[in-house]
């Protein structure tokens, strides 16, 4: 596929449940691309919506630049209670195989309105960590484009996917969208 055209933003990625290894497609996109970065967390195996979100915020405050986020699993639910409390600087998110909100008891806590940016969900049909069906439930309550690959699991390393070029177009849309997006910004 070659490489992004996403210099003028930060892309952070938003790991889920013990980070993503060597072998995810968000590891390899931050090998790839040098204006990719990971938000670390104090604690991966215990994730923490507030803790994460807070992460996440700092991390994102620290460059004026725009921000797409590419989110896995719990990344995804921490990504979506950080924008329902302060969407500044965030362009567009891509959620991939998102956690099941009560898995982890924070369905309460999340937002059931679309969310303040363009946003891509990517489920699969045998995810362990949450349903197809209830992947597009949130999906629709966060105004979100939904896109069901399949059976692929929780897409991840596990998946097969490399450097996952899928991935990487929709991401790429998102981009183009929050480009298009300023510019009728600018328009008006």
Not at 105 to 131: E, F, H, K, Q
């Amino acid at each position: 596929m070659g490489v992004l055209l996403l210099s003028d933003c930060r892309v952070l990625l938003m790991p889920g449940l013990h980070n993503s290894g060597p072998g995810h497609w968000q590891t390899r996109w931050e090998r790839l691309y040098p204006y990719v970065e990971r938000v670390e967390q104090d604690d991966w195996d215990h994730p923490q919506l507030p803790a994460w979100s807070a992460r996440f915020d700092q991390v994102r405050s620290r460059d004026s630049r725009p921000v797409l986020v590419a989110a896995h699993s719990f990344g995804c639910l921490a990504t979506a209670y950080s924008l329902a409390r302060d969407p500044r600087g965030v362009a567009g998110v891509l959620m991939v195989a998102p956690a099941d909100p009560d898995k982890f008891g924070v369905a309460g806590a999340l937002p059931r309105t679309p969310l303040p940016c363009p946003t891509i969900m990517i489920g699969s049909s045998n995810d362990p960590w949450m349903s197809a069906d209830n992947a597009a439930v949130w999906a629709e309550r966060w105004g979100s484009e939904f896109i069901n690959l399949g059976a692929l699991g929780h897409i991840n390393a596990e998946s097969g996917l490399g450097d996952w070029e899928f991935g990487q177009s929709r991401l790429q849309a998102l981009f183009d969208l929050a480009q298009s997006a300023q510019g009728q910004a600018q328009l008006a």
